[in-house]
Protein backbone atom coordinates (compact mmCIF):
# COMPACT_ATOMS: atom_id res chain seq x y z
CA UNK A 1 0.00 0.00 0.00
CA UNK A 2 1.21 3.27 -0.95
CA UNK A 3 0.07 6.90 0.50
CA UNK A 4 0.55 10.42 0.54
CA UNK A 5 1.10 11.71 4.54
CA UNK A 6 1.33 15.62 2.76
CA UNK A 7 4.10 17.84 1.23
CA UNK A 8 6.53 15.45 0.04
CA UNK A 9 6.16 12.43 2.38
CA UNK A 10 4.75 9.12 1.36
CA UNK A 11 4.16 6.07 2.72
CA UNK A 12 4.82 2.45 1.76
CA UNK A 13 3.40 -0.64 3.36
CA UNK A 14 5.30 -3.59 2.66
CA UNK A 15 3.50 -6.91 4.21
CA UNK A 16 4.88 -10.76 4.42
CA UNK A 17 8.54 -9.34 3.94
CA UNK A 18 10.49 -12.47 5.15
CA UNK A 19 13.35 -10.53 6.21
CA UNK A 20 14.19 -6.85 7.09
CA UNK A 21 16.97 -7.03 4.11
CA UNK A 22 14.02 -7.47 2.02
CA UNK A 23 13.16 -3.92 3.28
CA UNK A 24 16.35 -2.24 2.21
CA UNK A 25 16.38 -3.93 -0.89
CA UNK A 26 12.91 -2.26 -1.71
CA UNK A 27 14.17 0.90 -0.61
CA UNK A 28 17.11 0.35 -3.04
CA UNK A 29 15.84 -0.30 -6.04
CA UNK A 30 12.69 2.37 -5.03
CA UNK A 31 15.95 5.07 -4.65
CA UNK A 32 17.65 3.47 -8.17
CA UNK A 33 14.15 4.20 -10.49
CA UNK A 34 13.55 7.72 -8.30
CA UNK A 35 16.85 8.66 -9.64
CA UNK A 36 16.68 8.23 -13.23
CA UNK A 37 16.73 11.49 -15.02
CA UNK A 38 13.26 11.92 -17.13
CA UNK A 39 12.53 14.79 -19.18
CA UNK A 40 10.11 17.80 -18.03
CA UNK A 41 8.84 19.33 -20.98
CA UNK A 42 12.58 20.67 -21.85
CA UNK A 43 14.71 20.17 -18.55
CA UNK A 44 15.99 16.94 -17.67
CA UNK A 45 14.82 16.27 -14.25
CA UNK A 46 15.71 13.74 -11.42
CA UNK A 47 14.02 12.98 -8.27
CA UNK A 48 15.68 11.78 -5.04
CA UNK A 49 14.21 10.14 -1.91
CA UNK A 50 15.58 9.65 1.51
CA UNK A 51 14.02 6.24 3.23
CA UNK A 52 12.85 6.00 6.88
CA UNK A 53 12.28 2.13 7.81
CA UNK A 54 10.23 1.03 10.69
CA UNK A 55 9.61 -2.71 11.51
CA UNK A 56 6.56 -4.82 12.73
CA UNK A 57 6.74 -6.01 15.98
CA UNK A 58 10.31 -5.04 17.13
CA UNK A 59 10.21 -1.52 16.44
CA UNK A 60 6.48 -1.31 16.96
CA UNK A 61 3.04 -2.46 17.31
CA UNK A 62 0.44 0.41 16.99
CA UNK A 63 -0.01 2.15 13.69
CA UNK A 64 1.02 5.61 15.43
CA UNK A 65 4.05 3.58 17.25
CA UNK A 66 5.92 2.32 13.67
CA UNK A 67 4.67 6.05 11.89
CA UNK A 68 6.91 7.97 14.71
CA UNK A 69 9.58 5.55 14.71
CA UNK A 70 9.69 5.51 10.54
CA UNK A 71 9.77 9.50 10.99
CA UNK A 72 12.60 9.35 13.44
CA UNK A 73 14.17 6.64 10.89
CA UNK A 74 13.39 9.39 8.00
CA UNK A 75 14.94 12.39 9.83
CA UNK A 76 18.18 10.25 10.53
CA UNK A 77 18.09 9.18 6.73
CA UNK A 78 17.62 12.65 5.37
CA UNK A 79 20.64 14.28 8.48
CA UNK A 80 22.56 11.54 6.37
CA UNK A 81 22.23 13.19 3.18
CA UNK A 82 20.18 12.40 -0.24
CA UNK A 83 19.57 9.11 -1.51
CA UNK A 84 19.45 7.29 1.90
CA UNK A 85 17.87 4.45 4.17
CA UNK A 86 18.18 3.95 7.42
CA UNK A 87 16.16 1.63 9.72
CA UNK A 88 14.90 2.65 12.86
CA UNK A 89 17.26 2.32 16.29
CA UNK A 90 16.25 3.25 19.76
CA UNK A 91 18.84 5.92 19.94
CA UNK A 92 16.78 7.67 17.31
CA UNK A 93 13.61 8.16 19.40
CA UNK A 94 16.20 8.95 21.96
CA UNK A 95 17.48 12.07 20.30
CA UNK A 96 14.29 13.39 18.96
CA UNK A 97 13.04 13.13 22.42
CA UNK A 98 16.32 14.96 23.62
CA UNK A 99 15.56 17.54 20.91
CA UNK A 100 11.65 17.99 22.02
CA UNK A 101 12.85 18.27 25.41
CA UNK A 102 15.54 21.07 24.63
CA UNK A 103 12.77 23.10 22.43
CA UNK A 104 9.99 23.37 25.02
CA UNK A 105 12.71 24.41 27.37
CA UNK A 106 13.71 27.19 24.98
CA UNK A 107 10.34 27.94 24.43
CA UNK A 108 9.59 27.74 28.22
CA UNK A 109 12.51 30.48 28.42
CA UNK A 110 11.16 32.47 26.05
CA UNK A 111 8.10 33.10 27.82
CA UNK A 112 8.72 33.50 31.13
CA UNK A 113 11.19 36.42 29.61
CA UNK A 114 14.64 34.35 30.75
CA UNK A 115 16.97 35.16 27.84
CA UNK A 116 18.57 38.27 27.41
CA UNK A 117 20.94 39.60 24.03
CA UNK A 118 24.68 40.60 25.13
CA UNK A 119 26.82 42.34 22.76
CA UNK A 120 30.16 41.24 22.81
CA UNK A 121 33.31 43.98 20.91
CA UNK A 122 36.10 42.01 19.46
CA UNK A 123 38.51 44.20 18.46
CA UNK A 124 42.36 44.33 16.99
CA UNK A 125 44.91 43.80 20.08
CA UNK A 126 47.04 46.07 18.90
CA UNK A 127 45.34 49.10 18.09
CA UNK A 128 41.41 48.89 19.52
CA UNK A 129 39.82 48.76 16.37
CA UNK A 130 36.47 47.42 16.87
CA UNK A 131 36.69 44.01 13.97
CA UNK A 132 32.83 43.17 14.52
CA UNK A 133 30.44 42.46 17.07
CA UNK A 134 29.72 39.06 18.50
CA UNK A 135 26.11 38.56 19.98
CA UNK A 136 25.54 36.35 22.79
CA UNK A 137 21.46 35.00 24.11
CA UNK A 138 22.39 33.71 27.39
Not at 25 to 30: E, F, H, K, S, T
Not at 51 to 76: K, R, V
Amino acid sequence: MVSRLGGDEFMIILTRLAHPDDAALMARRLNDELSRPFQLDTTEATVGASIGIAMFPQDGTATDELILNCDHALASAKQSGRGRCEFFSREMSERARRRDNIGLRLRHAIARDEMQLFFQPIRKADTEYLLSTEVLLR
